[in-house]
């Protein structure tokens, strides 16, 4: 797991116990992006948190990734918010034949609560897709996430459903299905 943002939500997770088994490695400068090619080699998967304000961190990302989520929260702020960071996208897939496949996945939906026909119609315009699993506002996130756990170390079988369904959708998309 990388860290690049200077907020660093994913190192204090991951110093939040002792024993994570997850090698985490945090990023202060866009150019040590490159570094991550080499990295990458030992490893299966490597997942970037990306940074939500620093410009050059995304794009630096952006360019070595092999596939983009952008979780946004159902509300047109959020939506509008990932403008910058879609035409960095779209940039990108257009030099090299509509790749990285990238999509949006809805966070902190409100369970029992349709997304709004409006959340639809602007997710559209970006002409990214959007994932069929949302994530549901639920405490059991901060909760585990406080003690440097995931849902996975919970009971909570909602929530440990939609990450294995938002898993397999990632691994769909990735295998181009
Ligand atoms: N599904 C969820 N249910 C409940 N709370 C959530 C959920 N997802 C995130 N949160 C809470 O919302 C806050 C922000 O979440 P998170 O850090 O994932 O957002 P972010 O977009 O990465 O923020 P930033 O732009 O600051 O990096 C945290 O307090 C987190 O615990
Ligand atoms: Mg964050």
């Given at each position: 797991m990388v860290d690049s943002d200077p907020q660093g939500s994913a190192r204090d997770w991951?110093?939040?116990t002792d024993d994570n088994p997850l090698p985490l490695v945090a990023l202060d400068r866009a150019n040590n992006v490159?570094?991550?090619?080499?990295?990458?080699?030992?490893?299966?998967f490597v997942v970037i948190d990306g940074a939500?304000?620093?410009?050059?961190?995304?794009a630096a990302a952006i360019k070595v990734a092999d596939l983009i989520l952008i979780p946004v929260?159902?509300?047109?702020?959020?939506?509008?918010?990932a403008s910058d960071l879609v035409d960095i996208i779209q940039a990108r897939q257009s030099v090299t034949?509509?790749?990285?496949p990238a999509a949006f996945v809805i966070t902190r939906a409100i369970q029992g609560t349709k997304l709004g026909e409006e959340i639809g119609r602007a997710l559209?315009?970006?002409e990214l897709g959007v994932f069929d699993s949302h994530i549901v506002q639920?405490?059991?996130?901060p909760q585990t996430a406080s003690e440097g756990r995931t849902v996975f170390d919970s009971s909570n079988t909602k929530a440990i459903k939609e990450i294995n369904d938002l898993t397999d959708e990632l691994f769909r998309l990735m295998e181009g299905k």
């Amino acid at each position: 797991m990388v860290d690049s943002d200077p907020q660093g939500s994913a190192r204090d997770w991951h110093a939040a116990t002792d024993d994570n088994p997850l090698p985490l490695v945090a990023l202060d400068r866009a150019n040590n992006v490159r570094t991550l090619n080499n990295i990458a080699k030992s490893y299966d998967f490597v997942v970037i948190d990306g940074a939500a304000k620093l410009e050059d961190m995304m794009a630096a990302a952006i360019k070595v990734a092999d596939l983009i989520l952008i979780p946004v929260q159902p509300s047109p702020y959020d939506l509008w918010a990932a403008s910058d960071l879609v035409d960095i996208i779209q940039a990108r897939q257009s030099v090299t034949d509509g790749l990285p496949p990238a999509a949006f996945v809805i966070t902190r939906a409100i369970q029992g609560t349709k997304l709004g026909e409006e959340i639809g119609r602007a997710l559209g315009e970006y002409e990214l897709g959007v994932f069929d699993s949302h994530i549901v506002q639920r405490q059991i996130y901060p909760q585990t996430a406080s003690e440097g756990r995931t849902v996975f170390d919970s009971s909570n079988t909602k929530a440990i459903k939609e990450i294995n369904d938002l898993t397999d959708e990632l691994f769909r998309l990735m295998e181009g299905k």
